[in-house]
């Protein structure tokens, strides 16, 4: 099988980088000759305006960083798609700031309005005798609600077309004709709208839409000409699979590679080029793969095709090596390749997954100028191999496109510069005046319906302070602070790094990126030689042995100053952080955890360890009450007055198989932290990993009798732990039934009251409204309903959909789930391992069996596993025991949820009317943990959560995978006791709260009192 070269890590220090860069553009520019160049261009923008020039006031008047700018962008994003009048409205005033629409004159709906004016002067002249007094902005407010709806509508339309080359193929290439007959050095590069696939069927509709583009393409082109002369086409492997990701290789490469490959022979046939877009840096090595598999077939059978390429992004840290690469690939299979070099596109989200991760470092530069520096770098790189490359430098940014023309006039290579589709014109325009540079306009094409996320994208591209194009339309910026030279570094990210992201109060945990090969391979290399260790049973008749030595041990180790017990804590973090592989493997060996499930539960587990002793260094100081000492004038004269807290006694732990490490270990370090002993109960299935916990506590220096593990079955040991006389404390996480019966016993016991933490499920619901994106709905639910095979007790169970957009929703769903591989989850390759045992998974057939006979099935049986070498899925999916593909059924009304169904299995119901009544019936159910809520109206979100009696909100996300310390997570009201574990209040229920009282007056009189 083919393999590419691999890159290296492409988390590495910022710092060294930019240095590396800056060597390799040494020399190769005089940047006063860059400046001297560049500023006849940006004076004359700013003295004759382009056309779209309405827009950049807009943004310069409205800001993406202020109200207004946020209330454009999310109309923008949101309205183009709501398909009923009465949300349009609501979502409408919402981002408006609510205004009342009959008789206010709000500011931002003029400018909205009057945006709309200018561009429709541009774009759709006025009929003629036509009445454009309706149109004033004055009148605009006095109008009503659906005619300002109506008037924002066109207004955010008209901001798409400053964008969208045309809403078909044919009204593109039409735009374009017009636009090359004014501009003859004037070349065009198509992009099909529409966001990455999500099913099978999504794929496929955009593979006809490229096949129809190029077709379409193919009428204009020249054969005889330079392919580069001709105008081409720009794809998205992503919308031509649903699961183009690299955990699905096997997948990517045996049915993406033969799609892109008939793109490539027709467009190598008509002789124009082809390009393929950049994506996130977990999809690069996939890339690669792919674009080499594609490369051995042009170089066999069209050698002379001169117009195959991809698009590379200077703001990842390994660009440079990428092109180095790329380069060697060209020379490799004797072909010369088209490259797209842009700055990038995706910023915010690899700085946001780098976090979620825990990386050691970032994978794009942090500080603009390092990415501009890199750019440079590149474009150098390129220019000096014109045997392998045809540059194509993509720039708004008149220093960098001046830059480039300077070192290709060095160089003597071929090149062409890049510009998007409404940005850049102004600048291009003049750039363009000299008859020898060629200019190529990436071109997006697609239905209204189809650009909200490139709309919002280019919208805060333009809108960014820091961007080029909102500098250039602000006359208050001096040309020479716009044209500032790059080329100096910065010594320190302008960003925490990942590690870091918690300050002084606690180190991040780290993790690691499973797409990198050399990021997983100790993972794989751990379950290849670990075993689960057999952990004996605990005797449930010696649970009052067990408990005196706990009530024993507590004595030294509460009296230990809380440091201590916290630096212990840290040792087993740190240790636990160490040996990451091992107890990944172990959870994937007997938890049936996937790869990214293990890695996130032991991160989770190591914060929790970190969290609650640096929680219990703040709370457990003492604490100075009202009492006049000294200066003080609070308090009663003459005495002192102190708060402490101490631990309570011997705690039972009480933890479930779902988490069992994470949970298990947050329970111990939460009762350890706070100076309490603990009695371990760790679930059945998994005692294993608790016992390698334990160890791990035990060598970083935690007493034995302080921590035990009494391993065995929850009627008898738990059982017996609980009644057990003496017990100062329960935790517990499971099923509401058993909470019930521990409250019970703890209930009836003599002698003290002993509090119980209590965690339980709950029948987890998602609202999402007519202003939801489906796409990120689909996301979230394949996440939320489906990970972890649906045994999280935060998984969501019935997915609340409104009926304006059910079909459109169910149907993406559905598709998605079908894309999902259930199967072994030491595979890489599965989303989907087995339920936990043969009692779990009869328990859901038996509701399966139900949901047959009452509901409507959603899903076909599961087509995608990576044990498929069987004849059949069927015969595939039963060698794995215990294995259900994920579920979903529609079901006729809410109240037909009876009881949570731990599994992967989803219910779904259609909604109409007031959202507030579909949380009643939500909350009618009895108890819920966790609750998701989809929508653009943030006032409708907020009512939304203040009503529900839930104890976990997700707004727009999915609803699983809380962070320790960031988003606390538990059970509250009739989910739980609460509080939640992660949070700020968990480590005082392990607490008993004691006051020490002084009177200083008792020897002698009050010499302070007396002194003032």
């Known amino acids: 099988m083919l393999q590419t070269a691999r890159l290296p890590n492409p988390y590495r220090p910022e710092a060294p980088t930019v240095s590396h860069n800056l060597t390799t553009v040494q020399g190769s520019l005089d940047w006063a000759a860059v400046i001297r160049t560049a500023t006849p261009w940006v004076q004359a923008v700013r003295n004759n305006p382009p056309p779209f020039w309405a827009m950049e006031s807009l943004l310069k008047e409205y800001p993406i960083s202020s109200a207004e700018g946020l209330a454009l962008m999310r109309l923008a994003e949101a309205l183009l798609r709501v398909p009923d009048a009465e949300t349009a409205i609501a979502l409408t005033a919402d981002q408006l700031g609510r205004a009342d629409f009959e008789g206010s004159s709000d500011k931002v709906l003029s400018r909205l309005s009057s945006t709309a004016i200018a561009m429709s002067k541009h774009f759709l002249p006025p009929a003629p005798g036509a009445d454009q007094s309706a149109a004033e902005p004055g009148l605009m407010a006095k109008l009503g609600a659906k005619t300002v709806v109506a008037a924002t509508l066109r207004a955010v339309q008209l901001l798409g077309r400053q964008f969208v080359l045309g809403q078909t193929i044919a009204e593109g290439l039409k735009e374009a004709a017009a636009a090359q007959r004014k501009q003859a050095n004037l070349r065009y590069s198509y992009d099909m709208l529409g966001e990455g696939a999500r099913t099978d069927a999504d794929a496929l509709v955009h593979l006809a839409s490229y096949q129809k583009a190029i077709e379409s393409i193919a009428v204009s082109a020249i054969q005889a000409r330079a392919c580069e002369q001709n105008d081409g086409i720009s794809i998205k492997l992503s919308a031509l699979h649903p699961r183009y990701e690299d955990a699905q290789h096997t997948?990517?490469?045996?049915?993406?590679?033969?799609r892109v490959w008939g793109l490539c022979e027709q467009a190598a046939r008509a002789n124009i080029n082809l390009t393929i877009d950049a994506e996130e840096v977990d999809r690069l090595e996939l890339s690669l793969e792919v674009f080499e598999a594609l490369l051995t077939q042009v170089a066999q059978h069209y050698p002379n095709w001169r117009g195959f390429g991809l698009a590379l992004q200077s703001y990842q840290l390994g660009a440079l090596d990428l092109i180095t690469h790329v380069i060697a690939l060209g020379r490799k299979y004797k072909l010369r390749l088209m490259c797209r070099l842009v700055k990038?596109?995706?910023?915010?989200?690899e700085i946001k997954r780098a976090q979620e991760l825990g990386l050691p470092h970032y994978p794009v530069f942090t500080h603009k100028h390092h990415t501009d520096i890199s750019y440079l770098a590149c474009a150098r790189t390129l220019l000096a191999a014109p045997d392998a490359i045809y540059p194509q430098f993509a720039t708004h940014?008149?220093?960098?496109?001046?830059?480039?023309?300077?070192?290709?006039?060095?160089?003597?290579?071929?090149?062409?510069?890049?510009?998007?589709?409404?940005?850049?014109?102004?600048?291009?325009?003049?750039?363009?005046?000299?008859?020898?540079?060629?200019?190529?306009?990436?071109?997006?094409?697609?239905?209204?319906?189809?650009?909200?996320?490139?709309?919002?994208?280019?919208?805060?591209?333009n809108g960014a302070n820091s961007s080029f194009v909102h500098q250039l339309a602000d006359a208050s910026v001096p040309i020479p602070e716009l044209l500032t030279s790059p080329l100096h570094p910065e010594p320190q990210p302008a960003l925490p790094l990942p590690p870091d992201l918690f300050g002084l109060h606690r180190a991040n945990s780290t993790g690691l990126d499973l797409s990198v090969?050399?990021?997983?391979?100790?993972?794989?290399?751990?379950?290849?030689?670990?075993q689960v260790p057999h952990v004996p049973e605990f005797d449930a008749k010696l649970a009052s042995s067990a408990l005196l030595t706990s009530a024993s041990s507590y004595q030294k180790w509460s009296k230990l100053p809380v440091t201590e017990r916290t630096a212990t804590l840290r040792r087993a973090a740190d240790a636990l952080q160490a040996e990451l592989p091992r107890f990944c493997a172990l959870l994937v060996k007997e938890a049936f955890k996937t790869w990214n499930d293990a890695v996130g539960e032991v991160r989770e587990a190591i914060d929790f360890l970190r969290y609650y002793a640096a929680q219990a260094e703040l709370i457990m100081q003492p604490q100075t009450m009202p009492g006049m000492e000294g200066d003080s004038v609070l308090g009663i004269t003459g005495e002192s007055n102190e708060l402490r807290l101490t631990g309570r006694g011997p705690w039972v732990c009480i933890s479930p198989w779902n988490f069992p490490l994470a949970i298990f270990l947050g329970q111990v370090a939460a009762a350890l932290a706070t100076g309490n002993t603990v009695l371990a109960k760790p679930a059945e299935q998994t005692p294993g990993v608790a016992l390698e916990a334990v160890k791990l506590l035990h060598v970083a220096g935690v007493p034995e009798g302080a921590l035990q593990l009494l391993h065995g079955p929850g009627e008898t040991v738990g059982a017996a732990l609980v009644a057990a006389p003496g017990v100062a404390g329960v935790v517990f996480t499971g099923s509401t039934q058993v909470a019930k019966i521990i409250n019970r016993t703890l209930a009836a016991k003599d002698g003290p009251i002993v509090p119980l933490i209590a965690e339980t499920g709950g029948i987890n619901a998602m609202l999402v409204d007519s202003t939801a994106l489906p796409e990120q709905v689909s996301d979230a639910v394949m996440q939320s309903a489906f990970r972890s095979a649906g045994q999280r007790c935060s998984a969501l169970r019935l997915l609340c959909v409104h009926e304006d957009i059910a079909d459109k929703v169910i149907a993406m769903i559905s598709g998605a789930a079908q894309e999902l591989v259930a199967g072994d989850p030491a595979d890489l390759a599965t989303d989907v391992g087995p339920v936990i045992d043969r009692e779990a998974f009869e328990g859901i057939q038996t509701h399966l069996q139900r949901l047959h006979r009452e509901a409507t099935p959603l899903l076909e049986l599961m087509k995608n596993q990576p044990l498929a070498k069987a004849d059949n899925a069927q015969t595939a999916i039963k060698q794995i025991a215990n294995l259900i593909p994920p579920q979903t059924f529609e079901v006729a009304s809410i109240s037909d949820m009876k009881a949570e169904i731990f599994g992967p299995v989803l219910h779904v119901v259609r909604w109409k009317g007031d959202p507030l009544a579909v949380i009643a019936q939500i909350n009618a159910l009895g108890y819920g943990l966790t609750l998701g809520i989809q929508t653009r109206i943030d006032s409708r979100a907020q009512q939304l959560a203040h009503a529900a009696h839930i104890g976990n909100v997700y707004i727009n996300r999915n609803q699983i995978g809380a962070v320790v310390g960031v988003q606390p997570f538990g059970g509250e009201g009739l989910s739980g006791t609460g509080p939640k574990a992660g949070g700020p209040h968990y480590l005082y229920r392990f607490c008993a709260e004691q006051t020490v009282t002084i009177n200083t007056t008792a020897a002698g009189g009050n010499a302070a009192l007396l002194a003032g």
């Open 251 to 258: 997948r990517v490469m045996a049915e993406l590679v033969p």
């Open 344 to 349: 990038g596109a995706y910023w915010d989200a």
């Open 397 to 461: 940014n008149a220093a960098t496109a001046a830059a480039i023309l300077h070192m290709a006039e060095r160089s003597g290579s071929a090149f062409e510069l890049q510009r998007l589709h409404g940005m850049g014109e102004g600048i291009y325009r003049e750039i363009l005046n000299n008859p020898a540079v060629a200019c190529r306009v990436y071109a997006p094409v697609g239905a209204h319906k189809d650009l909200l996320a490139y709309l919002v994208r280019r919208l805060l591209e």
């Open 517 to 530: 090969p050399a990021l997983r391979a100790p993972l794989l290399a751990a379950y290849a030689s670990v």
